[in-house]
Nanobody, 121 residues
Framework: QVQLVESGGGSVQAGGSLKLSCAAS????????VGWYRQAPGKEREFVST???????TYADSVKGRFTISQDDAKNTLYLQMNSLKTEDTAVYYC???????????????WGQGTQVTVSS
């Protein structure tokens, strides 16, 4: 059974920083692609960042230069360092991991429960 648990969310002032963590059980980070998504009130869940198995990273235009995705294979934990936070970054943040199959990685994803990030002026 796979479980992803996010932590590190909270309330910060605009311009501040937060570091989100996602600890996995029943799943090994580094085998398939992982990423972060977010959902603001009244909006659909959107892509924030991904980290492929080969180390390639991608970011939404809205967070480029401010957010950094990384993973610690030894700790089996995924991170999202968020700097220079803006009020529009306010959302519930979810970590995700591609499902692993015998042939490789599937497009289907496991999802965490989400952690709230609130950025105030």
């Amino acid at each position: 059974q796979v479980q992803l648990v996010e932590s590190g969310g909270g309330s910060v002032q605009a311009g501040g920083s937060l570091k989100l963590s996602c600890a996995a059980s029943g799943y090994r980070f580094g085998l398939c692609g992982v990423g972060w998504y977010r959902q603001a009130p009244g909006k659909e869940r959107e892509f924030v960042s991904t980290l492929k198995r080969d180390g390639t990273t991608t970011y939404a235009d809205s967070v480029k230069g401010r957010f950094t995705i990384s993973q610690d294979d030894a700790k089996n934990t995924l991170y999202l360092q968020m700097n220079s936070l803006k009020t529009e970054d306010t959302a519930v943040y979810y970590c995700a991991a591609e499902m692993r199959a015998w042939y490789g990685c599937r497009s289907d994803k496991y999802w965490g429960q989400g952690t709230q990030v609130t950025v105030s002026s």
